[in-house]
């Protein structure tokens, strides 16, 4: 009887564990957003469905991405660095094969790819940005369903209004182009009307399903709806500094940051709040807050329709940004309409400039293309009610953006396969964040490593190694005790910072930077 019992536990956790419903997961990622521009993360901008989701989930505070756009798509949806997967630098298609091919290469695959086996529904909506032309698109990497921008900025009400650098920006549901239609309509909402749409047609179905959000929010062109923004103007009259400081202290209240650290003084290449056009920098920055308000808003009806399906509990929902805040167009910003318009408008065409992307990357140093905490560092907020232990917490182990890749195919019960097309692809860089969702330790990696456009940096343990482009020298800080990156040890322990120095040109050139 004894023998009898033992066999019957045995074979009912066995049974039970296949027989445990595999999560939705839904990776909902932010463009060029500013570490603490959310209300979870210090910001005063009003998202309260994201501020919910961190309530009852889990906020990392030492997530990393790969400082830009195109390194990060393909990092993310990889789980390796993006020079493995032919990304390091921007999207191309008249480049050799190689790590800076610019699309992905056929030496990796895609979460999509991977789940594909598992049998979920693949599904995308937003800004792919790692392939630019066929058969480089979602559909050719496995989503089932697309919706969105193949390629990077665009006017966010008429895209035949978009002209960056003479390019016209491509668009596309599923395999085909598509025009959208030039009135009554917004980009944000689309790509947020779209995911719901895919919620609703695959929510219920037997097969769970991967859905890969990217809003193309809050990156420029400074675009929103007058409705948005009038909840934001003269709210940012106090200047660019002031709002450093509120976000500084209230981030040191929620634990986020160590209130020892440093706020580094204002970049010596920011304006002087008092010798700029305020009514200009103030509306500019409530356009900007009006974006990543109605992104939440999006997000909000995402997560409704999910609720609709009845499987809220199992779903798995993860939010980041690609890079840090946007320095481009020089201290105040730029304007390449140049016709009078206020900022906000089809016929306007702006950045918010250094100045603000200070404020937005409060307490960190530096922006977008840099690797610096400014560049690198992102929010993560994890929301799953039947798998993450402590909610409501804080997680302060470091993380990076490869990691998301080998968490969703343990999650998702596959395979990581060792070819595609019959040939071999590159083994996973990442580790699973499952443990921590859990509540559990897990073994942290040996290193992480970033490089792009001359920026290069890599991070072990507390110590981290990092040199700015053009030649730079290589600066070392302890980010336990100065994450804020104020303190170069690099000259009193000129040991540590050549032992980092080694680790990082070892992986340089293993991965081809």
Not at 167 to 178: K, L, S
Not at 190 to 213: M, R, T
Request: proline share 6%; charged share 25%.
């Amino acid at each position: 009887m004894k023998h009898f019992t033992l066999l019957f536990a045995l074979l009912l956790a066995a049974f039970g564990a296949q027989a445990a419903p595999r999560p939705n997961i839904v990776l909902i990622m932010a463009d060029d957003m500013g570490y603490s521009d959310l209300g979870c993360y210090g910001g005063e901008i009003q998202t309260p469905n994201l501020d919910r989701l961190a309530g009852e989930g889990l906020r990392f505070t030492q997530f990393y991405n790969a400082a830009r756009c195109c390194p990060t798509r393909a990092s993310l949806l990889t789980g390796l660095y993006p020079h493995q997967a032919g990304m390091g630098g921007m999207v191309n298609s008249k480049t050799g094969p190689g790590p800076y091919q610019g699309y992905l290469n056929d030496q990796c695959v895609t979460i999509a790819e991977v789940l594909k086996t598992a049998g979920y529904n693949t599904l995308m909506s937003g800004k792919w940005h790692v392939g630019e032309e066929r058969p480089h698109w979602p559909v050719d990497r496995g989503f089932d369903k697309y919706y969105g921008l193949i390629s990077g900025a665009m006017n966010y009400f008429d895209i035949a209004k978009t002209k960056t650098e003479g390019v016209v920006r491509g668009f596309a549901i599923d395999g085909e182009p598509h025009q959208p239609p030039n009135k009554y309509w917004y980009l944000t909402d689309a790509i947020s009307d779209h995911a719901v749409k895919y919620v609703q047609e695959f929510g219920l179905q037997e097969n769970p399903f991967f859905l890969y959000v990217a809003y193309t929010a809050p990156h420029w062109p400074l675009h929103a709806l007058e409705e948005d923004i009038q909840r934001y103007l003269g709210r940012y009259r106090q200047g660019w500094d002031a709002v450093r400081e509120a976000r500084f202290k209230r981030m040191a209240e929620m634990g986020l940051i160590d209130p020892a650290w440093a706020l580094p003084p204002r970049d010596a290449e920011t304006a002087d709040w008092d010798e700029v056009d305020q009514e200009d920098m103030d509306r500019r920055m409530a356009v900007y807050a009006a974006q990543v308000d109605r992104m939440d808003q999006g997000i909000g009806r995402i997560l409704d329709a999910i609720d609709a399906t009845g499987n809220a509990e199992n779903t798995l929902v993860l939010f980041l940004a690609d890079n840090g805040a946007c320095h481009e167009g020089g201290p105040t910003g730029f304007d390449n309409r140049n016709n009078g318009l206020p900022a906000g408008g089809v016929d306007s065409y702006m950045s918010y400039g250094r100045s603000w992307a200070s404020a937005s990357n409060t307490p960190f140093r530096m922006y977008k293309h840099w690797n610096h905490e400014g560049g690198i560092a992102t929010p993560l907020i994890a929301h799953w009610p039947a798998g993450i232990a402590a909610r409501g917490t804080l997680n302060h182990e470091p993380g990076h953006i490869i990691d998301i890749m080998v968490t969703c195919v343990e999650l998702a019960g596959a395979a990581y396969p060792q070819t595609r097309n019959e040939k071999p692809i590159t083994p996973l860089e990442g580790k699973s964040l499952l443990p921590l969702l859990e509540g559990r330790a897990r073994d942290p990696h040996q290193a992480l490593f970033w490089a792009h456009s001359g920026n290069r940096a890599v991070r072990q343990g507390d110590w981290k190694l990092v040199a700015p482009k053009d030649g730079g020298p290589w600066e070392l800080y302890n980010l336990r005790e100065d994450r804020t990156e104020t303190r170069d040890r690099s000259t009193d322990l000129p040991e540590k910072a050549e032992e980092l120095r080694a680790l990082y040109e070892a992986w340089a050139e293993r991965c081809g930077v």
